[in-house]
Nanobody, 114 residues
Framework: QVRLVESGGGLVQPGGSLRLSCVAS????????VLWYRQAPGKQRELVAL???????TYADSVKGRFTISRENAKNMMYLQMNSLKPEDTAVYYC????????WGQGTQVTVSS
């Protein structure tokens, strides 16, 4: 059974940082693309960052220069480093991995507020 589990969410002040982690089990992510999505209340889920199996990265314009996606294949893990956080970054963040099909994590809440 494939399972993705996120961690690292929480409450942070504007300008702060968080690092989200996602560990996969039941698959080997080496040749999977890894992605992070987020969904704010009342909004559609949106792509935040993608890192393909070759290591190329793509970011949403709203997070460029502030967020960094990475992966550690040896540990079957993916990460999202989030710096200079803004209140509009508040959302549930989901990891997602895909090759011939995709798999979602359960989500972790990130709240940016003073």
């Amino acid at each position: 059974q494939v399972r993705l589990v996120e961690s690292g969410g929480g409450l942070v002040q504007p300008g702060g940082s968080l690092r989200l982690s996602c560990v996969a089990s039941g698959i080997i992510i080496n040749d999977f693309d890894v992605l992070w999505y987020r969904q704010a209340p009342g909004k559609q889920r949106e792509l935040v960052a993608l890192m393909d199996s070759g290591g190329s990265r793509t970011y949403a314009d709203s997070v460029k220069g502030r967020f960094t996606i990475s992966r550690e294949n040896a540990k079957n893990m993916m990460y999202l480093q989030m710096n200079s956080l803004k209140p509009e970054d508040t959302a549930v963040y989901y990891c997602y991995t895909q090759r011939d099909r995709g798999y979602w994590g359960q989500g972790t809440q990130v709240t940016v507020s003073s």
